[in-house]
């Protein structure tokens, strides 16, 4: 039992980690996006990222989790446009 909650643990810690990576690629891109944008905020591509995020989510008790997370990357996203 315990060797087994220890190999989920790890695969947990291996998907922190590829999350971890992906979110620093996709502010990098947002960085670059930011010169080719006139406003930081663009409610229609907000609404359809979160849109596609629950359709990406899968099960419906994940939806919300995933749109909650997704909000809080918009923000965070928004917040390094403004700040660069």
Do not use: H, Y
């Not at 996006?33 to 990222?49: S, T």
């Amino acid at each position: 039992m315990r060797n087994k909650l220890k190999r989920k643990r790890a695969k947990i810690d291996l998907i922190d980690k590829k999350i971890a990576r992906l979110l620093a690629g996709r502010f990098v891109l947002a960085l670059s996006l930011k010169k080719l944008k006139k406003r930081v905020v663009d409610r229609a591509r907000e609404k359809e990222v979160l849109s596609k995020a629950q359709k990406n989510a899968g099960r419906a008790a994940f939806r919300k989790p995933v749109q909650k997370i997704f909000e809080v990357i918009i923000r965070q996203t928004r917040r390094l446009q403004v700040r660069k």
